[in-house]
Structure formats: structure tokens, C-alpha cells
């Protein structure tokens, strides 16, 4: 089945630096690649998606890079706020309807 | 428009016992889908539920199952409660649950098996 890979597990900025987060897959039928951002006591909420027809999306300040041929992706946030730090999970989506999500990085900006 | 709402948002209960958890979708979307996130193995698939049919499942044990109602509302229960089933289930909802279609979590339900 599909593996997804999620580097690193904690990572750390001071407030207005970029934050890049990164993802590798396994199955080269993935062709959806969400991005999730869960603060402590609530649900995963989606923050920005990549279909594999595109190699870059971006939403204000959220970016993702997708690489189809070294299976991997990518979230970059820039110019990072307080409120950015949360757990963020990337998932892909191979075949059927099941998101497989990478264990997922604790980003903490410091102000 | 409402969310994912999840019912109950904690429950402690001790091995041996069952549990149900409910889960009621954004309205109109008819598929939902359940999750089991846990410090070890992060977030897994369970099963996805479309039209009161069961569509999909992951590779948990019979113990786990669940059921879509007319409503699309959804339970899941879990039989026989072991340690390990101590965990946060989080549901999420689309529309219609096809290939590639963004799924909208709940806050889900927290259990803790004594």
C-alpha cells in the first residue's frame, strides 16, 4: 500500500521566517496530495491541496510544490506567524478513496 | 454552514466493554469517512461509508465496524475494547466522496480505555 513520509517531526522559526515541510510517497498512482493543519483539541482542517496535473499551488502565504517524478511534495509557509504553529500532516491519495497521511510536523514560531 | 459535528467529544470506558461513536456530516455531503489517530501510528484509515453502503475499509479488525444512515449520519462501534483502542477517532465528510475529493474533518471523539 501507499507510504508516506513526512520530514521533519518538529520544526522551529522565529516569527516572519519561512517554514518548509516535506513529503515523500510510495505509490505512483497517487494522485492527490492534501495538506492539514490540526491545532491542539480540534479536527485536521485542509489548508491547501495539489492534484498531480499541477506542479505548484499556492494560497497567501501557503505554497506546495509537487514532484511526480521523485514523488515528492512539499508545503512551504512564509512569512510565519504565532497562530501558523500547529501539527501539520501531509497525506496522499493512491487509489479507491483512503488518505494516507505522513506522522505529521509540530511547527513552532517563536515571536 | 456547519461543520462535522461528533458525538461524544470524550469517553472513558474499560476493556472488554463496546462503544459507539456518532458522527453527523456537513449538510449534503454524503460520504463519511472514519479515522483513528493515535501517537504511534498517526492518522489511519478505517472505513468509508457512501449511501449507507460501506465503500471502503482499512485494515483494522473485525471489532471495529460502523453504519450510514438515511441521513447520512454515521456511527462507528467498537466491540471488545483492548488498551491499544485508546485513541482520537476523528470522522470527516465530502460530497460525494470521489477520487481526489477534499474531506472535511470533525473534532472528534476521544477515547480512553482503562
Known amino acids: 500500500g501507499e507510504n508516506v513520509e513526512q520530514h521533519p517531526s518538529t520544526l522551529s522559526v522565529q516569527e516572519g521566517d519561512s517554514a518548509v515541510i516535506k513529503c515523500t510517497y510510495s505509490d505512483s498512482a497517487s494522485n492527490y496530495f492534501p495538506w492539514y493543519k490540526q491545532e491542539l483539541g480540534k479536527g485536521p482542517q485542509l489548508i491547501i491541496d495539489?492534484?498531480?496535473?499541477?506542479g505548484e499551488k499556492k494560497d497567501q502565504r501557503i505554497a506546495v510544490t509537487l514532484n511526480k517524478t521523485a514523488k515528492h511534495f512539499s508545503l512551504h509557509i512564509t512569512e510565519t506567524q504565532p497562530e501558523d504553529s500547529a501539527v501539520y500532516f501531509c497525506?496522499?491519495?493512491?487509489?479507491?478513496?483512503?488518505?494516507?497521511f505522513g506522522k505529521g510536523t509540530s511547527l513552532l514560531v517563536t515571536p | 454552514k456547519a461543520g462535522v459535528t461528533q458525538t461524544p467529544r470524550y469517553l472513558i470506558k474499560t476493556r472488554g466493554q463496546q462503544v459507539t461513536l456518532s458522527c453527523s456530516p456537513i449538510?449534503?455531503?454524503?460520504?463519511v469517512s472514519w479515522y483513528q489517530q493515535t501517537p504511534g501510528q498517526g492518522l489511519q484509515f478505517l472505513f468509508e461509508y457512501f449511501s449507507e453502503t460501506q465503500r471502503n475499509k482499512g485494515n483494522f479488525p473485525g471489532r471495529f465496524s460502523g453504519r450510514q444512515f438515511s441521513n447520512s449520519r454515521s456511527e462507528m462501534n467498537v466491540s471488545t475494547l483492548e488498551l491499544g483502542d485508546s485513541a482520537l477517532y476523528l470522522c470527516?465528510?465530502?460530497?460525494?466522496?470521489?477520487?481526489?475529493?477534499?474531506?472535511?474533518f470533525g473534532p472528534g471523539t476521544r477515547l480512553l480505555v482503562l
Open positions: 470527516a465528510s465530502s460530497r460525494e466522496g470521489g477520487f481526489a475529493e477534499t474531506q472535511y
Open positions: 497525506a496522499a491519495c493512491a487509489s479507491g478513496y483512503a488518505l494516507n
Open positions: 449538510s449534503g455531503h454524503r460520504s
Open positions: 495539489i492534484r498531480s496535473n499541477v
